[in-house]
Every structure is written in C-alpha cells, then in structure tokens.
C-alpha cells in the first residue's frame, strides 16, 4: 500500500524551530518529487515546498524562502521539512504529498499530487 | 505572483451537474490539477493533467480547459460529492499554486 505518514508537528514559540519527517512507502521513493502543502485552521491549502527525486530541482514558497529547508533521505524514504524562525502565521496542518509522474531529469511538479499524508499541526504560540 | 481565481461556492441538486470553474493568465498553456477534500482529510486529487483521471476515481469527475478558465464538472452529483474543490497549477515564477478553494453544497 502507497502511504505517507507525517510526524514532527507540535506547539512550538515564536522564533522557534521544527523538524517535520515524512515516511514514506509502497513506491520507489526516490523516483518521485515530493512536496510539502499547508492548510491554516479553516483556510485553503497552501503550498510551501518542492523537491525533485534525484535529478534536483527544489522551490520555495516566498512566505517560506530563507527560514525553511526542504530535504530528503532516499535510503530512508523520508521527506523532510526544516522550519527555523517560525512565525503566529506559520499556525497549520502540513502535509507531505508524491507528485503523480515519475520524475526524470531536473523536476518540475507540473502534474499535480495523487497521494497525500495525513498531516501534523504545527501551532506557533507563545 | 500567478493567482488562480474560484468561485466560492456552488450548489447543485443530487443528480445534477456541478461545474466549478478556476481561472488564471495563461492557464491553457499550464497544466491543471482538481482536488477534492472533505471536513477532517486530506486532499485527494480528482483530475491531473487538465483531464486525467487517477485509478478509482469515479467516471462522474471530468476536467476541461477552454483559453484561460479550467473547469471541474461532476455529472450526477452525489450527496458524497458535498466537500471543497481546489484547482491548482504550475507556474515557472511561482512554482506551485492553489485556487482559493470552492464549497461545494448538495442540496
């Protein structure tokens, strides 16, 4: 069975950080893009991040650039998302999702995403 | 940025079509996706690729592009159909995007 399982999320202060995993299995891990979304409690989903399978290629929201890292462990088939300086507005639910297309060469997530995790809240509060 | 515009909301009888619309500059040169999410899950994509189906999506789910506007339509809609739709595409400035979501109501 194809399946993400987030893990990491939690309350953390203003200015604080958080590592968010996403393991992975039930496919090649490391032929496909991957991709970090958000949702804010009672928003619309947000995309922070992408990254490509092995071929490289990774993007950054703007909101995200320069306080967030996007990372990946293809032995591990694990998805990461380093969160540094968290702001109140970072407060939601992040999902880690596989791009539907295998990746190949310098990624690009194009397609759209067929297989998403359940989730881990992140709450930024003091 | 690159936006993508939704109506809000839709309503449909059971039994009938559901048309949700997205819109964006230039968006029948990108590629269109459709997601489904009801209160409490996760998103699941419903159409990729403008029109493609993923495995063990109903046939009721069909995608179109026209020029700039990208629609949904669920034929025969169903009380389980009840649940937000949000469009999203790629563009090379801002990489990936979401529309702002649309409710839709089975009434």
């Known amino acids: 069975e194809v399946q993400l399982v987030e893990s990491g999320g939690g309350l953390v202060q203003p200015g604080g950080s958080l590592r968010l995993s996403c393991a992975a299995s039930?496919?090649?891990?490391?032929?496909?893009?991957m991709t970090w979304v958000r949702q804010a409690p009672g928003k619309g989903l947000q995309w922070v991040s992408s990254t490509g399978g092995s071929g490289g290629g990774t993007y950054y929201a703007a909101s995200v650039m320069g306080r967030f890292t996007i990372s990946r462990d293809n032995l591990k088939n694990t998805l990461y998302l380093e969160m540094n300086s968290l702001r109140a507005e970072d407060t939601a639910i992040y999902y880690c999702?596989?791009?539907?297309?295998?990746?190949?060469?310098?990624?690009?997530?194009?397609?759209?995403?067929?297989?998403w995790g359940q989730g881990t809240m992140v709450a930024v509060s003091s | 940025s690159y936006d993508l515009t939704q109506p809000p909301s839709v309503s449909v009888s059971p039994g009938q079509t559901a048309t949700v619309t997205c819109s964006g500059d230039g968006l029948g040169d990108k590629y269109t996706c459709w997601y489904q999410q009801k209160p409490g899950q996760s998103p699941v994509l419903v159409i990729y690729q403008d029109y493609k189906r993923p495995s063990g999506i109903p046939e009721r789910f069909s995608g179109s592009i026209s020029g700039n506007t990208a629609t949904l339509t669920i034929s025969g809609t169903q009380a389980i159909d009840e649940a937000d739709y949000y469009c999203q595409a790629w563009d090379s400035s801002t990489a990936v995007v979401f529309g702002g979501g649309t409710k839709v109501t089975v009434l």
């Open positions: 999702a596989k791009d539907v297309r295998r990746s190949t060469g310098y990624y690009q997530p194009r397609s759209g995403f067929d297989i």
């Open positions: 039930g496919f090649p891990f490391s032929a496909y893009g």
